[in-house]
């Protein structure tokens, strides 16, 4: 699916429905935590869920999820979600620092030059 470049065609549901069922999935999941968040009307509830999501996120890294990393991590950047600067004021400097450092993990600079370290060490570990 990936060689062809069959997911930037007009019927790129039948050439590759894996990778179509993959963005899909990464898309509802991002749309789910970003959701979660805006239902609370109140700062500090919004500011409760920012840290449990970010926490969910970092339990995904222990796992070796890094899919589920960005997809939380991604929820939280989006505008909708970012621009919140009093809830973000109430998120702990703690919790912060670990949504930065989760960033940097799955970070596409360099072309994911972080996790791809990360997953090297990883399967070096486990070898």
């Given at each position: 699916e990936f060689l062809g470049q069959g997911w930037m065609k007009l019927d790129k549901n039948?050439?590759?429905?894996?990778i179509m069922k993959?963005?899909?999935?990464?898309?509802?999941?991002?749309n789910l935590v970003a959701s979660q968040i805006m239902n609370y009307a109140d700062i500090s509830s919004r500011a409760n869920a920012i840290e449990k999501?970010?926490?969910?996120?970092d339990i995904?890294?222990?796992?070796h999820n890094y899919n589920g990393v960005l997809?939380?991590?991604a929820a939280l950047n989006r505008s909708a979600i970012y621009r919140l600067k009093k809830t973000w004021a109430k998120v702990s400097k703690q919790t912060k620092a670990l949504m930065e450092k989760l960033q940097k993990t799955v970070s596409s600079e360099g072309r994911f030059k972080n996790l791809?370290?990360?997953l090297k060490?990883?399967?070096f570990l486990n070898h």
């Open positions: 039948e050439r590759t429905p894996y993959t963005s899909q999935h990464f898309n509802e999941m991002s999501w970010v926490a969910v996120a995904c890294r222990c796992l997809e939380i991590t791809r370290e990360t060490k990883y399967v």
